[in-house]
């Protein structure tokens, strides 16, 4: 197995402080630790997921995962 490292961006609200996550239903919700959020794999799609669920207020975070193909 090889394996890659790849980015992952993490939305936070600035309003309460917490994580955007799927929700299992096409939606999202909130969680307050990071470990529960869902990540998003595009630093494109994660800022207009501040626009669209925070009201502009949040902030993205870059993380790095291991991945095997």
Do not use: K, W
């Not at 790849?6 to 239903?25: I, M, N």
């Not at 669209?52 to 207020?57: A, L, S, V, W």
């Amino acid at each position: 197995m090889h394996m890659h490292i790849v980015p992952r961006y993490y939305v936070q609200s600035t309003e309460d402080h917490e994580f955007l996550r799927a929700d299992g239903e096409g939606g999202v919700d909130y969680a307050p630790l990071i470990v529960n959020a869902s990540p998003f794999t595009s630093p494109e799609a994660a800022a207009d997921a501040v626009q669209d669920h925070c009201g502009g207020q949040g902030v993205v975070f870059r993380c790095y995962e291991l991945e095997g193909s």
